[in-house]
């Protein structure tokens, strides 16, 4: 974890989001998830208080509202599952243009995009504010299981790698001629992809052998120790807090 690592979810600034410790904002994130989740969905006021809030942060990290919409995209898929709710859920049913709709369904899919969607831009906000690398070094920070962030590190680090290595091999296969036009040549890349697992499970080999010869017994030695002052703590939990208040008037009102 000692190398840096640009993402493409993380915007370069110097905004006091960005100058937080990281686990302070992991935690803030986790914690504003929580409150969300436990806010009834009938209280729909309160979401687009959570929404303001997460509009708030936006800005307070100078992250651009496109920046921030088009990487919301990835939520598309839970969209669909939840339109489709309100079609297939059962009991007490409403007729809405010519439509036959479930009110459960409807409640329901209510709570998923409203929930979701929040939950997905809290963690747009926290890739965008954070570096991978501080990333790993918040949840070690957090005593995540060490095993666990080591994982994680690995996979982050190699990933590239690896990527790189089907890349090459894409443009072997297209310098000989070949291109995947049917069911015919699934075998050709079935064999590809045999390939990429041997020779990533030999790139992994190769890797604890190096990482054991150096003396390497289970656990990551810790380059930077990461802290955080009352006040850093304090201006990370704003957000959970805030959420927090909305949450119990949800419940109240």
Request: aromatic residues 8%; positive net charge; proline residues 4%.
């Amino acid at each position: 974890m000692g190398a840096g690592h640009a993402h493409r979810l993380y915007r370069h600034g110097h905004s006091p989001v960005h100058g937080l410790p990281p686990h302070t904002k992991l935690a803030a994130a986790f914690l504003f998830v929580v409150v969300v989740v436990s806010t009834p969905r009938e209280a729909m006021w309160a979401f687009a208080g959570y929404a303001v809030l997460l509009a708030a942060v936006a800005a307070h990290a100078r992250v651009p509202a496109a920046f921030l919409l088009r990487r919301l995209l990835i939520e598309v898929p839970f969209v669909a599952f939840a339109v489709l709710m309100p079609f297939v859920a059962e009991g007490e049913r409403v007729h809405a243009l010519g439509l036959s709709l479930s009110v459960n369904g409807l409640w329901g899919a209510w709570n998923v995009l409203a929930k979701g969607t929040l939950g997905v831009a809290a963690s747009v906000l926290l890739a965008a504010t954070t570096e991978l690398r501080e990333l790993l070094l918040g949840l070690q920070r957090l005593r995540l299981p060490p095993l666990l962030v080591q994982i994680a590190s690995f996979m982050i680090r190699y990933g590239d790698v690896i990527t790189d290595e089907m890349r090459r091999m894409r443009i072997a296969r297209e310098s000989r001629g070949f291109e995947a036009r049917g069911v015919r040549h699934w075998g050709v890349l079935a064999k590809s992809a045999g390939a990429l697992f041997i020779r990533s499970y030999e790139r992994g080999e190769r890797v604890h052998l190096a990482m054991v010869s150096r003396g390497y017994a289970g656990s990551m030695p810790v380059i930077d120790e990461v802290t955080a002052s009352g006040a850093q703590w304090r201006h990370a939990l704003t957000l959970p807090c805030a959420a927090l208040v909305v949450c119990l008037l949800g419940w109240i009102l």
